[in-house]
């Protein structure tokens, strides 16, 4: 690039030139670093170094060129500053006609930043927990449609149609499949005590000559229960059909990614499914689609119609290098601890009020009945104390996941970037909300 | 809101004190006037107004609540600042699980946004030459993810798997029509002279009863024309199919709108698709999704799975606020003058190349032939003089849109955007390509 | 610095690569040229290329070393980002106690950006008429107080306390001077015809002794004409007194650059004060105070009592920076288009309400009578029409320069950066305003 | 200003309408509360909430107009969006030519900004330690030149020239005393042990019938202890002279707060002199002028010569609001406690190497004798080693402050805004510095 040093020969004392370099230079570190290594930095860096790596790499698209002529009809040209903007620069979006990472050569700088995200997104997620996953892609869409993408290929190498879903009462997921025009055949979970359970057995029954994939979950609201996703590869690689897993907020778990895993080391596990902004604060809008194998994504990606908004994967980007390894360890150990608060403070409010906790394994969230309690009511007087994210549902209300449940209940989150005084503030409101919605005797 | 004015009183005097607020009066009331009338502002706001306009609109949304409790799985947190900065604070997306348009209740001001957003995009439509439309939705993907969703409606409405869709060699289309389950039967274009143009004969011949819905296209490079849109939408009424018109980059040309008014006029036209980028100068990755039935568009919003990107969103509103309508009609003349003049220069270069214009219809690009020239590297040479958009096709490439063409050519556009520099450049680097290209004798 | 190309290698097909590298080396091709001549480039830079050059030279101050320990009384530490984004990353202002222009050893960034703020501003004064001038310090001040520091300079050198000053009816000038501890001897200025001016006779008789400097003044409002700085510059030279131009804002004006031009080439002319804003757009706080004498520049600037906000600097550099020579020369042009229009616009207004310009010398302002109108209401109106600038003055209103002018009479300007519109609304709220407050006959 | 949730009506449900209404009015309520009270907040603002208040109080100001008409020199036009944003929109810099804290007609929104910061500063000094000022003003000038200024009202309401002035080995004060025209008497110190102590009888005997002023130190580096400004402020009362304090960054001192409260209830302090930056972490460029006397802090503003730069004025408002007085209250008790740590720490390397701490009162730093190290050498070596900020003195340096001291020293400073890590990193660079710069013996 340039020797801005150069500037300053014979302009100021020697020993303040090199001292000067020094703190450039330093700042340059992190940027140099990552060049050589592609891998995620130790240590977060500052917004200000990622600010300015962004536009470089922005600078190398050719829209940028003040000598080009644009005679395309699609030049990345923008309305505005402002509209520039909003882009960081980045206007070309990413990914072409015949595949979504394939270079654009008109936009080398976006594809680089691209190519490097999903190095970056491999090396993560290869260190939360899962070392035996070998490529990753990071899509600008979010995990429904990620799905939809996930089992058209599934659909385009197997001839078939028929997706086996245990049972998850979220819309998008199902949206997705649809919308690839696939049959969705759902496997009703069984409640065992207070879990809400797939079952293997019923699994194992669904499967015919027809089906083309199993759809797995890991992360849900309880009762709800992760799916055995080890048990499930088994069964996906015995019988001879996909397995796509939707681990949307499963990267913030340690439990969860050891699952995943051991799942992949288990038996047959195709693609992985997981949110950018619920695992890794960013905006709404990525998604993180993993594999062992390199050529289930490059096929998903030739699967992908066109090109995207870039702005999901700088933002992804921007993101894990703000982080950086310690930080989102730290972040992950946060929620850890946040977890088991929660359920102190939510199993000390139960015992008070007349309820109990659900006894579910789930490491995120936590549930609790609400049977000597006006359910809707309480999840109403929540929404007005300004807590976001309880839910609160009865025995047959979509969300349970199965046919019927035992009792209402209410769940709240411990979720990697939540914070003590949140989960603090929510018990304290969800105390007294039930202190005015208790039912009469 | 806040009545900053008040702190004035007592402390400045009182004829400066009015005039202050002149001023500050005039700063917002564009905002004012877009909330009593919804439309596209005649003339675009300068962007400092779109910003405060975006932040106050950000602040709507529960992330923002510095009182709030977060104990959601998804509580549009974010990693850093930066992270922050690159959605404009809109950080919950759009769309719920069961409805992309769907108003989300911890994101308000989003939801807001994107309301206002489909709002302005269909009064800018009907403005622009197609009053006939109405109802819009802007998409958070680009268009051949958007006739994905599309061809899904008009599968799960219709029952039916096949797509009728008059040849046009670009990937995404038809990938977005795979990517939805559908079967895609391609038509043969005819070559006609020198215009390469969709039978209707051949159309016709091709439905049956599987036929879900035809595809047509009005925007793509000479020498493949426009398809008769007007002639399919009544070919489709008559048939009782589905009609989805690819008008990727056609809001530019007043010609072409006119062509899709005169469709929906005719006969049937269910969905219409259209670029946000080619046709409003924003970056890669929104679609607007149009339609003369609210009720498809609702069925398309319902059909995709989850939330997405609120940054094509937020974009375009900024392109459009930025633009105003008297902007957009500047954009236009100028495109009009342009592609005249562009035919002009390529006209003199051929003349003396021994080479000739295409005679095709096309109001935004321009062929010529390349007989004489070794086509291949006039295009690599093109590259290297820094001239980007340009496409040379020799005549069984996949890009001619039939089977053999009778010449090899090159395309150059005079597209919304592009500045008389840019033509004079590419065409002044077109004549020295030409001059270092020649074939041997 | 970085070599970021080498992050494409392998990755990136070759020639994309090569094209890349072409964008990215164009962008930066600006900072690398100014490196190398430190002249004020033809083109004006993008904001996004200045922006970029000064985050390289905040980069080298000690505040941004992230291993450096800070363990002084002034660090730069700063409250919150934004506070260092109002700075952009100049926290450590300009100056050292001992010299405002000695390079801080915690803050070389900052003191390249000003030494080559300095360069600049010399080598553009050369190029807008002064090629005699040798030096320039741009002060973090605004000219009043950079006139004090002149004086203060003249004082210690000539160990004498009085000023001569023709009189100009504007404070600021006035209270440098006093805050510098002189003793000011106004000389009266002479009404001839219509013009205010100095009479060189008085100004010889009021030299003394005692007599430090003459300050003479280049740009007021009409009737007050410019000083014959020619006249005085030989004067100073013959009486060995020093001679301070306060040309605050006749850098626009090739006419008066021009006569500073003369002055200096025929006499003695110590210092000249320029206002960085009303000269080059720039938000207010700076002057460019220059000199053929680089000695007196270096004494001035060890005058000045410590440090001084980097704002008023960065601001002008990135202003200049912003316009190039080229997008200066052109405001020039307007600047003269748009006096000749105004004179034109004003004229007509004056014949048709029976008034008459005044006719006196004045490159950028043109002055009206007001007799047949009430004056102060004059002012009034247009203030109320929201037209900023133009002054009333009544016969022995401070502002007329002398003891009593022979007419009420209305300034108007038309200063760089003025547009025609601004100029037309002016003349027709001039016209309007005229029309509302004839007087009663 | 825009009631925006009127565009919510009928468009959401209401209560979703509700929830966006309560965080966008707990986002805005800050602004509310500060216009009504007109005090520093206690709790800070997040930067987001600052800049939108200063975007509303710049669109005051007439050059945002957009139906004005501007036609006088100086109209705030900027030449780029980068040098308006360099200004965050303060283009009209503060002040008037006859007062610098008069509002401006055609900026009334700078002078509100103004005139608030002024509040402000008055009321957290007030807060700091000193409940008995009365007004202040924050000059757009570093500390230096602000004591020109001072002196210069003194100096104007004395008529006498004289100023004493208890050694201080810095530059800037004594640069703007002369700059002001005046004469400097400097009083010896002597030396009590370690201490540099200002002896009250050589000031006493120091007046005389020409003294203006004395100015007074609170603040510099051990050995030089703050004077005793109880003490000055009797003499001053008896001999009726004023008493000017320089305060450079006491602010930040409980201890020497209560000093200068000490200093007005006993005796007489006519204005007091603190740095923006030194105390309140804003970019160099501002100082706050305080005064027990409102006439005199007006007279300071009549004295100021013209206009200044918005930007220190600005920064130091962003700066209050973004610490609050919890913040600051915060930052001053790890002030204290990184003071004490810094003792402890260079005790120990004292003991370990020889050398002693000086036993000397000051609150913010402390010194250390080099007897037994190449003095200068170990400077160099901390800034090789990247430690900004300690000084090295021997025996007879410009910094001792008298005639000559009993050994060599370094001074390091626990600052306000300093960290843990900084005087760690410090402490050990120290010993390292010490282990290779031991003299031979």
């Not at 939707?246 to 969860?256: D, F, P, T």
Request: hydrophobic residues 40%; glycine residues 6%.
């Amino acid at each position: 690039m340039i020797d801005i040093e150069e500037l300053l020969k014979n302009e100021i004392p020697k020993h303040m030139l090199k001292r000067a370099s020094v703190t450039l230079r330093a700042k340059l570190k992190p940027i140099r670093l990552l060049i050589e290594h592609r891998r995620v930095p130790e240590k977060g860096w500052d917004d200000d170094v990622i600010e300015f790596f962004l536009t470089l790499l922005s600078w190398m698209d050719t829209d940028k060129d003040p000598e080009g002529a644009q005679v395309g009809e699609r030049e990345a040209r923008v309305a505005s500053q402002l509209v520039y903007n909003l882009a960081h620069g980045f206007c070309h979006g990413v990914g072409r006609s015949g595949n979504l990472t394939a270079p654009q050569p008109k936009a080398v700088g976006s594809s680089l930043a691209y190519l490097l995200t999903n190095r970056l997104a491999l090396d993560m997620l290869q260190r939360c927990g899962a070392p035996n996953l070998n490529s990753t892609c990071v899509l600008p869409l979010a995990t429904g449609m990620a799905i939809g993408l996930s089992v058209s290929v599934a659909r385009s190498e197997s001839k078939k149609h028929v997706v086996i879903y245990p049972r998850v009462d979220h819309k998008s997921p199902l949206k997705g499949m649809q919308l690839a025009g696939m049959n969705v055949k759902t496997v009703e979970p069984e409640v065992d005590g207070d879990a809400v359970r797939t079952s293997m057995k019923k699994v194992r029954k669904a499967i015919d000559a027809k089906t083309a994939a199993i759809v797995s979950t890991t992360t849900f609201f309880p009762p709800r229960e992760p799916d055995d996703v080890k048990a499930i590869a088994k069964l996906a690689a015995e019988e001879g059909i996909f397995h796509i897993i939707n681990n949307a907020y499963g990267v913030q778990s340690r439990q969860i990614m050891k699952l995943i895993q051991g799942a992949i080391d288990a038996g047959r596990v195709d693609l992985i499914i997981q949110s950018t902004d619920k695992n890794f604060l960013t905006p709404v809008g990525g998604t993180i689609l993993a594999s062992p194998s390199p050529r289930l994504i490059e096929k998903v990606s030739q699967a992908y119609a066109g090109r995207g908004s870039a702005a999901p994967i700088i933002q992804f980007l921007a993101a894990l290098l703000s982080l950086g390894l310690d930080g989102y360890e730290r972040l992950r150990n946060e929620q850890e601890i946040n977890r088991q608060m929660l359920e102190e403070h939510v199993k000390r409010v139960a015992d008070k009020h007349g309820e109990r906790l659900l006894d579910v394994f789930n490491p995120i969230a936590v549930a609790m009945t609400l049977n000597q309690h006006e359910a809707k009511k309480v999840g109403h007087y929540m929404y007005t104390l300004r807590v976001t994210g309880p839910r609160v549902l009865e025995e047959t209300d979509f969300g349970i996941c199965c046919r019927r449940y035992h009792s209402p209940y209410i769940t709240v989150n411990a979720a990697i970037g939540s914070t003590k005084e949140d989960i603090q503030s929510a018990t304290s409101a969800l105390e007294k909300a039930l202190r005015h919605t208790r039912k009469y005797a």
